[in-house]
């Protein structure tokens, strides 16, 4: 059953609470990582924010497209409904989509939206989890430590560079993922591993190939 903070008339769901304070805090750390690196706030912050805007509305209308003769039977539903694991991805790709031709438009590297967004992700998923906390102790304790740790050295690190910092970050943090994806109760469907094990296997390995090829490079 849904939890809500009732204050007067007005029953907030204690969930989308975390929710914004998962928002802020993210907003937060990714200021904190711009000031370090002296970069121009406003326009890459108000990128993000419009890249997850986006990918939530069609993340949300996604319902009509996987699900069109229930939404348009009950179009309401809409409010209450979204497209779910699939519309989600729909909604990721979106954001990166706008991303991209944002950082090309304003001639900024893709890495340094990639640095952002990731310590955004790593400081608001970490106090989302805080919410989640009660439904699997030893997963979410997992999720938090690894997050609160990572974002802690990637606020230090003053670098853009996706041959060293970044990628060690995203490495470990795709390997901690392969990890705490045994802790969880979702049924494996390939070898064992479910799909999102499997999403950062692939990112693990692309990542390895890229060092790789950076370490060629410098030896040349």
Do not use: C
């Not at 989600?88 to 939206?113: A, D, E, R, W």
């Not at 470990?172 to 494996?188: A, C, E, N, R, V």
Request: hydrophobic share 50%.
């Amino acid at each position: 059953m849904e939890e809500f903070l009732i204050i007067g008339s007005i029953r907030l769901p204690i969930k989308w609470i975390f929710i914004g304070g998962a928002l802020v805090v993210a907003y937060l750390a990714m200021n904190i990582r711009l000031s370090r690196l002296n970069l121009d706030k406003k326009p890459l912050l108000d990128t993000i924010f419009n890249a997850l805007l986006y990918g939530f509305i069609v993340w949300k209308l996604s319902y009509v497209l996987f699900n069109p003769v229930h939404a348009f039977a009950y179009p309401l539903g809409i409010l209450y409904f979204d497209g779910g694991q699939k519309g989600m991805l729909l909604g990721i790709l979106m954001g990166f989509i706008y991303i991209y031709f944002q950082s090309t438009k304003q001639s900024v590297g893709i890495v340094t939206y990639v640095n952002l967004t990731f310590s955004g992700w790593l400081a608001g998923s970490a106090t989302y989890f805080i919410y989640l906390f009660h439904t699997n102790y030893i997963y979410y304790s997992g999720q938090i430590f690894l997050a609160g740790w990572l974002i802690v050295v990637m606020l230090k690190n003053k670098e853009i560079d996706l041959g060293k910092g970044l990628s060690n970050s995203l490495l470990i943090y795709s390997l901690g993922q392969i990890f705490l994806g045994y802790l969880t109760h979702i049924k494996p469907v390939i070898l064992g591993f479910t799909n999102l094990q499997i999403g950062f296997i692939l990112l693990a390995l692309l990542i390895l190939i890229v060092q790789k090829r950076k370490r060629g490079e410098k030896n040349r």
